[in-house]
């Protein structure tokens, strides 16, 4: 199916709107009336615009209040038509999309409405143009798809079709069966847009809150399927009426908006894959396998503290780079790096944040597969400066300028890289690394969630609003096939939660913190503790609300609340979390131990968000 964009999804003038729309791979858009009336040249202009790169314009919208008109009105609204078919012509389009009416002189009747639209298409059949008929979800009278349909079969002109969008239809919870009526050579072009579940008036949650597919409920994957069974494979258009994305980059989010319609593609094909392989009783291979490392972009002056900070967690220095300052700190399955180089993207990245997570690296099962995909989603790509005999890793740009690093199960980067340390295995009780969490503006969540689920095909989890003592943050998780990849989204309207403050402080989005998991919390932290590691205190009311709440062992209490560890338990399983005081008030870590538990203890989020809160505030 060929991609389009409408105009009235991006934020600017005009001619960056285009621009963007052509920067981010699509070669057709749709001009939005608002768009050309605001814009300081004739439409043939915008014709020559569109021309220059390379995008075709496939349709001029909207023509509205027209269909079921009485005299003088209807007549009327014929003229009006005639000028936008003026326009059209100017414009380089065929396609002219009228919506059902809203007005309150329109009267009802199907026949009526296919009188109306058989006039409308006779004289656009003299300019060679065509109309596509499209039911609002909240019109005086048409506004069911069926409805819609009845009319345009019931004006019987081939210069007449219907235009389906996914919003208007979905909203209202309409049956998608009968669109298996409708001949694909009827169907002249179909708009998506996704939603988040409101319970609000559909004119509202259509103005103001569509989103891209991949970012909201609607079951786009029904709508998809049941065009796939009428065979339609016309232009697939995304009109999005949205306050963020008005308010954000359009060339940001015409990115977004490209990528989401290749992965609705790539769901939608997936799908297919998997009835195949279920019923050979194969599994699909995991491309993403964990988190290989982390890597921390800091100053000479500082990084010794946080390599004193790791000391005390139980991580040994294990190697040194051979041609850059960089160290690798190691404990269990986790390899976190130190990287001091005076030049290069560490050095840029740490300047603009401070001390900060520069980059991660996820171990892939195909290398050429995880660059094949990423450059498909319209990744950037980064390749960093090397010798000759050192490893060449290969990474991607992320939304806010930090690395993804891809690492082949195959390559050996430390052995190949590095001057090896003593490693000493006996001492390890950290064994992995079990989550991160990433901050980011509020506008941009839906943005990270779709990078995630398109680039690296993460599934996603509900959202969740968690309160912080001043404000709420919106949080939602995104994970891996078998759960070795998994990072929370964070983010916020409030500039005084932590969230809003880490914001402020780093300039800009990335990881606040790190969750290790222990093989026993205990021991782990009683490690931590004869090596002068302080843990964020947790008050004593929140212990005195566990017993009352779970009944627990005295004795199991007492230690929670010696080690300040927060608890949460969920059917049959439970889970330990403790914290340390931030770095720099950059980033912290947090320490797990989960007992067949899913979840990352979002009931104690308040509480450990006031408890990090009150040591901002002694800190600043």
């Known amino acids: 199916m060929r991609h389009c964009i409408a105009t009235v999804s991006l934020s600017g003038h005009l001619r960056e709107k285009l621009q963007a729309v052509a920067l981010a791979g699509f070669d057709a858009v749709e001009i939005f009336e608002n768009d050309l009336l605001s814009f300081e040249g004739r439409a043939g202009v915008v014709r020559e615009m569109a021309s220059d790169l390379g995008l075709e314009i496939l ?19 014929l003229d009006r038509a005639e ?6 012509q100017e414009l380089g389009t065929d396609l002219l999309l009228v919506c059902s009416n809203l007005s309150p002189l329109a009267l009802p009747g199907l026949d009526r409405a296919a009188e109306d639209l058989f006039e409308l298409g006779e004289r656009a059949k003299k300019r060679q143009l065509r109309i596509g008929f499209e039911g609002l ?38 049956e998608l069966k009968s669109l298996s009526l409708i001949p694909a050579d009827k169907i002249f072009y179909v708009h998506l847009a996704d939603a988040p579940s409101f319970n609000m008036d559909l004119l509202s949650w259509s103005r103001h809150f569509r989103c891209l597919p991949g970012q909201g409920n609607l079951p786009l994957k029904d709508f998809m399927r049941a065009l796939q069974h009428v065979r339609y494979h ?50 699909a291979p995991n491309l993403y396998q964990g988190i290989e490392f982390i890597e921390f972009a800091l100053n000479e002056t500082i990084a010794p503290k946080l390599e004193t900070m790791l000391k005390a967690l139980g991580f040994q220095h294990w190697g040194n780079h051979r041609s850059k300052q960089v160290r690798v700190w190691r404990q269990g399955e986790i390899h976190l790096v130190i990287n001091c180089e005076p030049e ?7 300047l603009l944040h401070g001390s900060a997570v520069a980059a991660i690296a996820f171990r892939v099962s195909d290398l050429t597969e995880a660059l094949e995909r990423a450059a498909y989603y319209r990744c950037l790509s980064f390749k960093q400066a090397h010798l000759t005999d050192e490893a060449n890793l290969s990474a991607i740009e992320t939304l806010e300028g930090g690395l993804i690093y891809f690492v082949g199960l195959k ?36 943005s990270w969630l779709l990078f995630y689920r398109s680039v690296f095909a993460f599934e996603a989890e509900s959202l969740l609003e968690i309160a912080d003592t001043s404000g709420l943050v919106q949080s939602q998780v995104v994970k891996n096939a078998d759960k070795s990849i998994r990072i929370v989204l964070n983010g916020s309207q409030s500039q005084h939660t932590l969230v809003g403050r880490f914001l402020a402080e780093y300039l800009g989005g990335g990881v606040q913190h790190i969750a290790f998991e222990s093989q026993d919390i205990f021991v782990s932290l009683e490690a931590m503790r004869a090596q002068g590691m302080e843990l964020l205190p947790i008050p004593e009311n929140y212990y005195d609300d566990l017993e009352a709440k779970y009944n627990l062992n005295p004795e199991l209490l007492a230690r929670l609340k010696e080690h300040h560890i927060l608890y949460d338990q969920h059917e049959d399983g439970y889970f330990f979390h403790a914290y340390s005081h931030s770095f720099d008030q950059r980033f912290f870590f947090e320490f797990s131990q989960r007992h067949d538990y899913e979840g990352f203890g979002a009931i104690n989020a308040p509480i450990r968000l006031a408890a990090q809160q009150r040591f901002w505030d002694k800190s600043s």
Request: aromatic share 12%; with cysteine.
């Open 411 to 446: 390559q050996n980067i430390w052995q190949q890289d590095f001057d090896l340390l003593p490693y000493d295995e006996t001492k390890a009780h950290l064994i992995r690394i079990d989550h991160l969490a990433q901050v980011t503006a509020f506008e941009r969540l839906s």
């Open 234 to 283: 016309g232009t697939i258009s995304l009109e999005i009426f949205n306050d963020q994305f008005r308010a954000s980059s359009a060339h940001s989010v015409a990115l977004d908006a490209k990528r989401s319609l290749l992965f609705l593609e790539e769901t939608l094909t997936e799908q297919k894959i998997e009835q195949k392989v279920e019923q050979k009783g194969k599994q």
């Open 137 to 174: 979800a909240w019109a005086r009278y048409l506004s069911d798809y069926r409805d819609c349909w009845e009319v345009v079969r019931r004006a019987n002109h081939e210069q007449v079709g219907i235009i389906l969008d996914s919003f208007h239809v979905l909203s209202r919870g309409l």
């Open 83 to 88: 000028r936008k078919f003026d326009v059209m």
């Open 344 to 350: 290069g993207f560490p050095y840029s990245y740490n």
């Open 59 to 77: 349709m001029f919208q909207p023509f509205r209040d027209f269909e079921g008109l009485p005299e003088p009105q209807r007549s009327k609204a």
